[in-house]
């Protein structure tokens, strides 16, 4: 029976770094499942479709998968590899206009599922403690202040050259997702009630890693 590590949080929380650091730590797949709502963004976005109407249409025949490159997880639409093209802030916006719509969320829903019956997985999200994998043996909601995660989301698309916005338009950016994730009518971000809370505000990426590490060995007694 595969082991299912949840972990969930609003941007910017460190949530892929970590997740991904846990699952090398204990041998499990890291999936991202942001990186799913991302892609239908992007495909959205080529299409045009703007209106629920649209966007509910445009599902149809759309495929989004993971597959794994040199242990790397990338995905694909079709056949077309777009893990870099989903970081925009463009489509990063979009992505949070789009996963409010119930469709897109059970559209998405099976295949979450799916990847984490066949193997153990650490998988973040917004949603995965509260309704993907409601009996995750382990659930973290990792957080930390908005100036934090902006600053840490401004610094990486500086790294990485994706972007020219300033650390204010980050924080704004960081500001509405948080507000909109939050306050949609379905699957809103929110800490399950069984879910271990992680503050990273003051912790950098070891200690954070210490402390989540810690949690995960308390709740499966390792
Ligand atoms: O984690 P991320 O920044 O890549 O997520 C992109 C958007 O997708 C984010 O605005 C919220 C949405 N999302 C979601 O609604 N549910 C998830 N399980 C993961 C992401």
Redesign the pocket.
Known sequence: MPTRIAI?GP?GAG??TLAKRIAANLGFVYV???????SISLAMLRKNAVSDAEIEQGLDGLEISFRHIDGQQHVFIGEEDVSDLIRTPEV?MN??RV?ALPAV?AFLLELQRKIASEQSVVM?????GTV?LPDAEVKIYLTASAGKRAMRRFLEMQEKHISTQTYEEVLADVIR?DQ??MTRET?P?KQAEDAVLADTSELDLSGSEQLLMKIVKEKLGA
Do not use: F, H, N, P
């Open positions: 969930d941007s949530k892929s991202d499942t942001g990186a799913l709502y991302r990063t992505a949070s996963s969320r973040d999200g917004r949603d995965i993907v997702r909109q994730d699957a971000l």
